[in-house]
Nanobody, 131 residues
């Protein structure tokens, strides 16, 4: 398991960029802890939670929803044993407005897109894109 804390949300204009962070604690970058996947989801008012993208714990593999492919990038950075997953969002659109969550699950398969498959969740961070 891991504890996940998001940060970096805010209000931007159409076409702007924003980077969200998901600080993951409770797991290391060692081989024994690689059996874990982190995903980003988002939820707009009145809508179901939507898969955005995912990344393997090693950072070697990523997978994206078609709606964000080519605009969003997920990456993993390790700094003094602190592991952070980033969601870089470029060319933002008003339809990207939502609360963004990072989520985690044990396993190696990174293409689970339903929220039910993820066990740990962060508290969420609001992203608002105005036209």
């Amino acid at each position: 398991q891991a504890q996940l804390v998001e940060s970096g949300g805010g209000s931007v204009q159409t076409g702007d960029s924003l980077r969200l962070s998901c600080a993951a604690s409770g797991r290391t970058s060692g081989r024994t802890d690689r059996n874990y996947v982190v995903a980003w989801f988002r939820q707009a008012p009145g809508k179901e939670r939507e898969f955005v993208g995912s990344i393997s714990w090693s950072g070697d593999n990523t997978f994206y929803a078609d709606s964000v492919k080519g605009r969003f990038t997920i990456s993993r950075v390790t700094d003094n044993a602190k592991i952070t997953m980033y969601l870089q969002m470029n060319n933002l659109k008003p339809e990207d407005t939502a609360v963004y969550y990072c989520a985690g699950r044990s396993g190696l398969y990174i293409r689970y897109v339903q929220s039910m498959y993820y066990d740990e969740w962060g508290q969420g961070t609001q992203v608002t894109v105005s036209s």
